[in-house]
Nanobody, 121 residues
Framework: QVQLVESGGGLVQAGGSLRLSCAAS????????MGWFRQAPGKEREFVAA????????YYADSVKGRFTISRDNAKNTVYLQMNSLKPEDTAVYYC??????????????WGQGTQVTVSS
């Protein structure tokens, strides 16, 4: 069992930066790939970024490639999402998830409660 708690969301102006954190409980954190997803009002939850269990592999949605960076610290049971050059269209609730190394949300077994990111123009 893995419990996930996100933090670091907030209100930022376009062009600004935020770093999201996702703290995991449980000793099996390092066995899971981790992903970040987001959901804007009226839209489906969409993939943002994923990182393999070792941190050696990452991939990103085209919409965030070059602006966002996912990383993890298995010693701290934490995964991060560094978000730079933020745009108003990045506004959403951001969720971290633990599961398979995938962009498919149905392949993730555990989810956090989400953290709101709002980017003003």
């Amino acid at each position: 069992q893995v419990q996930l708690v996100e933090s670091g969301g907030g209100l930022v102006q376009a062009g600004g930066s935020l770093r999201l954190s996702c703290a995991a409980s449980g000793r099996t954190f390092s066995r899971y790939a981790m992903g970040w997803f987001r959901q804007a009002p009226g839209k489906e939850r969409e993939f943002v970024a994923a990182i393999s269990w070792s941190g050696g592999s990452t991939y990103y949605a085209d919409s965030v490639k070059g602006r966002f960076t996912i990383s993890r610290d298995n010693a701290k049971n934490t995964v991060y999402l560094q978000m730079n050059s933020l745009k108003p269209e990045d506004t959403a609730v951001y969720y971290c998830a633990a599961g398979a190394y995938s962009s498919n949300r149905f392949e993730y077994d555990y989810w956090g409660q989400g953290t709101q990111v709002t980017v003003s123009s």
